[in-house]
């Protein structure tokens, strides 16, 4: 149950939801909710985003002083090369050199001849290291096997495609920081900072300004020095590093996957859709910021990230984390994707909520149970400490030899844990419902009524299926939609 101050005391609570659960139960909530799921007014982040109208929850009732995760003594700053795209992507650069040059490393050397901090990276975990040769064969296989799927998932493969051409290289946008940070984050800025009449103008101003540029939820959080990278700074490269000075502030973008895409995960979907969303939006912030007279630096998916975002967006008062370690809000559930612009620009930071994710995913597990890698922990309580932050453990080793096995010819990955999340409903009037209820709830009761309709009404694979032949079946979630369904458009 969430930890706020607003609480219905528990006889009416008991009251309200007895009378809410009579309502569902007289109109039929589980046929209702499957066609009020259908109806495409519904899609949160598709529809009234440029007016700020998709951040339609009120957060204030679950304002909490400490965010919702748990620190056990000292936090500490992650290492790039802990993040497993970093990583994967110095391995891939020795492995396949951009410039066609013969390999600096092959992996029958074995992770002993890495160069640092790879090597001690892999000396600590060797089992790391045999998943990442899995992966690599696993991509192999999905490449020798894309013809066999090619007809079918070449519109999937396409519209992917087509959103990751914003980020290639240098002719990405935003382009990619080419300096340190005391130089990049002010370069172009020709004026004087505009003189705001108060931080809270400055914070209302910058979310109007993003919700135009299409950003869905909006959230402003001072920057803790433990969610910045260490070891590595874009601009810069490999370094060791004191968060720089002018990073006062985060302002956290997030937008979902078009959602129906997103439910016809994993063979169907993809990131890219989002990531270039965000691009755009927090591209588009920082020559904003910057031509009223503050330094701003993106930081942007798939890996232009100086600063980890789950965390920034759980202070930033979006969401809480879930079991499955993706940031889950009110509005898009898991279907989340984030970036952050930081500033000096002097705006009034939200407070981070408690809506009561953590008791839910406790008892919930759909996402550990359909993980077709079984990267998601099955443990009621988080398990893991990690640089002093308590969570639930998520084998990412695990997870991305599936999103190299699943059958695509560039990898678009898995994502089933997004789409199979209670929490990754669309904005109809059952989902509303539910949305305000459970988090005022004492009991516990109606969020356990909830997850028994959710687990007797909704179908699910289970985890293997969703992997390609001999393994599984190449399930998706739900099915594509119409427009992703080569058979639908194509002569096969
Ligand atoms: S993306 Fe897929 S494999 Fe990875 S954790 Fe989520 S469900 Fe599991
Ligand atoms: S699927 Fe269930 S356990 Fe997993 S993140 Fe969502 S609510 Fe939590």
């Not at 040059?101 to 892999?122: A, F, H, I, M, R």
């Not at 990442?132 to 490449?143: L, R, T, Y």
């Not at 994710?357 to 893991?384: H, L, M, N, R, V």
């Not at 539910?434 to 005022?440: G, H, N, T």
Request: charged share 25%; with cysteine.
């Amino acid at each position: 149950m969430a930890n706020n101050k607003f609480k219905l005391d528990r006889r009416k609570f008991i009251k309200t939801a007895g009378l809410v659960g009579g309502a569902l139960s007289l109109f039929g909530a589980a046929g209702a909710g499957l066609a009020a799921g259908k109806d495409k007014d519904s899609h949160t982040g598709y529809g009234r985003k440029f007016y700020g109208e998709d951040q339609f929850f009120n957060r204030k009732p679950f304002l909490v002083d400490k965010p919702t995760y748990e620190t056990i003594g000292t936090p500490k700053r992650i290492q790039y090369i802990e993040n497993i795209f970093k990583r994967n992507g110095e391995m891939y650069r020795l492995m396949y050199p951009r410039d066609k040059s013969v390999p600096k490393w092959s992996l029958d050397q074995g992770y002993e001849t890495l160069p640092e901090p790879l090597k001690n990276y892999y000396t600590k975990d060797p089992i790391a290291f045999d998943e990442f040769k899995k992966a690599i064969k696993k991509s192999e296989e999905q490449h020798e096997n894309w013809p066999k799927y090619k007809d079918q998932y070449i519109l999937a493969d396409a519209w992917s495609t087509a959103h990751s051409s914003t980020m290639r290289g240098r002719d990405s946008f935003p382009p990619e920081p080419q300096d340190k940070p005391e130089v990049s984050d002010f370069k172009g800025i020709e004026t004087e900072a505009m003189e705001l009449k108060s931080p809270k103008h400055g914070s209302e101003l910058i979310k109007k300004i993003a919700h135009s540029f299409g950003a869905t939820l909006v959230g402003i959080t001072a920057v803790k020095e433990e969610w910045i990278y260490q070891g590595y700074l874009r601009g810069v490269g490999k370094t060791n590093f004191e968060a720089p000075k002018h990073w006062k502030y985060a302002i956290v973008i997030a937008v979902p996957h078009e959602w129906d895409a997103m439910y016809a995960n994993p063979t169907y979907g993809t990131s890219y859709d989002a990531y270039s969303m965000l691009r755009y939006i927090s591209g588009k912030l920082t020559v904003f910021l910057k031509e009223i007279g503050y330094s701003a630096r993106a930081h942007v998916p798939p890996t232009s990230y100086d600063i980890i975002m789950p965390p920034l967006a759980i202070d930033a008062g979006l969401g809480e984390q879930g079991r499955n370690g993706i940031l889950v809000t009110p509005e898009l559930g898991a279907n989340t994707r984030l970036a952050a612009v930081t500033t000096d620009m002097p705006i009034e930071p939200d407070k981070p909520i408690d809506i009561g994710i953590k008791d839910f995913c406790s008892k919930c597990k759909i996402c550990a149970d359909e993980c077709p890698s079984g990267a998601i922990s099955f443990t009621d309580e988080p398990e893991e400490v990690i640089r002093g932050f308590k969570r639930w453990r998520i084998n990412h080793d695990k997870c991305y030899t599936v999103w190299n096995s699943v059958a695509t010819s560039h990898s678009r990955g898995c994502r089933v844990c997004l789409a199979v999340c209670p929490y990754s409903r669309k904005n109809n009037w059952i989902h509303n419902i539910v949305r305000e209820v459970d988090p005022r709830d004492p009991t516990g009761l109606f969020s356990s009524g909830m997850l028994a309709m959710q687990k007797k009404f909704f179908k699910y694979h289970g985890g293997q299926e969703y992997l390609p032949p001999p393994d599984g079946n190449n399930k998706t979630y739900n099915e594509a939609p119409d427009w992703l369904r080569s058979e639908e458009w194509f002569n096969l």
